[in-house]
């Protein structure tokens, strides 16, 4: 309001009005993800149980690239509670017990579009009386590939993702009302890239920012276009100086659905996080949008 007898007689509701509004905003938010969210995140209480619980890691049926990845990483990398490896038999018997909590694969299960895209994410949840596995409480959900794809080709960033998942559960215990506002795009706005060498998965790049030349346009900091293999090689040494990305997107039969971003570094921090939906006029890969978010 530009006059100042207006703003006088209406000072006294000001704040109120202002903080209402703000609060309105707030359980809206809160309301909307919970209308989407895949798993009802865990409560302060559960979070709690957590610390106290055995953690369960299963395994998939068969002989698979991910049992080897996420036995390593577990083996090397986890710390916060007791853990153990079993299988999904044994999970079926032991997934409605508070007392352990789970380190698992929900394949095809999560965001379910129109057109019938699923994913399959990696899921930190914990055991209850959950009829349904989207329905346990959840502390951390990373999403690995889409549901059709069987070569998850996630062994570089594995490591990264069991450090994360522990360090996100001790932050619930404090932000646990801000990240469930904002879900992993809590950890954005990390302005540690100036001073870090990006290595970009150089198969995931969108147009328009597919080379050196056009990337330096939009970020004008210090990248390496690589494949995931020789990712893997780089971060091989634990380089403190470097952050590397990892995407998610369709096959390539495939055009449909949501592409995801996300950059870590060695020792699971998680700089930046998004995922959108893929259209023709906006197609998969690391995108202008995406660099114009973390510069």
């Given at each position: ?7 006088r ?18 359980v ?53 509670t ?78 990264s ?53 056009r990337?330096?346009?939009v ?14 090689d ?36 998680l ?25």
């Amino acid at each position: 309001m530009k006059k100042t007898d207006c703003v006088r007689t209406t000072k006294g509701f000001t704040s109120d009005y202002v903080f209402k509004k703000y609060l309105f905003i707030a359980v809206l938010g809160i309301f909307c993800l919970g209308a989407l969210a895949n798993s009802p995140l865990a409560s302060k209480q559960q979070i709690g149980m957590f610390k106290n619980s055995i953690t369960c890691v299963v395994l998939e049926d068969g002989s698979t690239a991910y049992n080897v990845y996420i036995k390593d990483a577990v083996q090397r990398y986890w710390k916060s509670t007791e853990f153990e490896f079993i299988d999904q038999q044994e999970f079926d018997k032991r997934r409605f017990d508070s007392r352990y909590s789970f380190l698992v694969l929900m394949k095809g299960v999560f965001d379910k579009d129109p057109g019938g895209v699923s994913y399959n994410y990696i899921s930190l949840v914990l055991g209850g009386p959950a009829n349904d596995m989207t329905d346990m409480p959840e502390l951390c959900s990373i999403p690995l590939s889409y549901s059709d794809d069987s070569n998850i080709d996630c062994g570089y960033v594995m490591p990264s993702i069991v450090k994360f998942m522990q360090k996100h559960a001790k932050n619930l215990e404090q932000k646990r009302f801000f990240i469930s506002l904002r879900g992993l795009k809590y950890y954005n706005g990390s302005t540690g890239f100036q001073d870090k060498v990006l290595l970009l998965n150089k198969d995931a790049m969108a147009l328009y920012v597919d080379t050196p030349e056009r990337i330096k346009t939009v970020y004008p900091y210090y990248i390496k276009l690589l494949t995931t293999s020789e990712i893997q090689d780089e971060i091989a040494a634990n380089p403190t100086n470097a952050l590397f990305h990892f995407h998610v997107g369709p096959t390539e039969n495939s055009g449909a659905g949501k592409c995801f971003e996300m950059i870590f570094d060695v020792e699971g921090n998680l700089y930046y996080y998004n995922s959108r939906k893929i259209t023709n006029d906006n197609g998969d890969g690391f995108n202008l949008n995406d660099f114009k978010n973390i510069r």
